[in-house]
């Protein structure tokens, strides 16, 4: 049979409504409290109890401090919400200006009923513009754990946000830790 030979697709970048730029990062490992991360082929290893925000106010719910205790293990009880539109998480922190920041996150969340539910994590350059760096979408009934792992020029504030698809069917969330690292 012969083989027909197409030739090379030429790369296609794809255009979004407003471009993050200066986000970038790739995991490698996480062990512990330790974070192995590689920013721009510069491997960095890094522990979440040293993290710049260990200790800092909560700008969501400051009696909530575990999400900036430095333990990737604790976390408070669940936080719910009805609401159709989005709402502030358990956890926010603003570092106060922008700079370049490496941030790592764990969060558990779920659906109380099977209602779809969404939650997603934001970073601000000014407290006012929001934009999100990661999204997830469940209706599992038991806790979904989701991590994530930026490093931004660019944003000086980061929080969690979430809602329900359906009024009759709370969601719930809940953060383990939002560390950020002054890079």
């Known amino acids: 049979m012969p083989v027909r030979m197409a030739p090379p697709v ?18 490698l490992d996480v062990s512990g409290n330790l974070l ?34 430095g333990d990737l293990s604790t976390t408070g009880s669940f936080l719910t919400t009805t609401s159709t539109t989005f709402v502030p998480g358990d956890a926010g922190i603003d570092m106060g200006r922008v700079d370049g920041y490496l941030v790592y996150f764990k969060v558990g969340y779920y659906s109380q009923v099977g209602w779809d539910i969404y ?40 929080r969690f946000v979430f809602r329900t698809g359906n009024a009759s069917g709370p969601a719930a969330m809940r953060t383990y830790e939002i560390a950020v690292f002054r890079i």
Do not use: C
């Open 36 to 69: 192995t991360v590689e920013i721009h082929r510069m491997r960095y290893v890094l522990d979440v109890a040293n993290a710049d925000s260990v200790g800092m106010q909560n700008m969501n719910y400051p009696d909530r401090a575990y999400a900036f205790d």
């Open 119 to 158: 939650v997603a994590f934001e970073a601000s350059p000014d407290l006012a513009n929001w934009y999100v760096l990661w999204s997830a979408t469940t209706d599992i009934t038991t806790e979904q754990i989701g991590t994530g792992t930026f490093y931004t020029t660019i944003f000086r504030a980061f």
């Open 10 to 27: 030429p790369e296609v970048r794809l255009k979004f409504a407003r471009e993050i730029p200066s986000v970038l990062t790739y995991t």
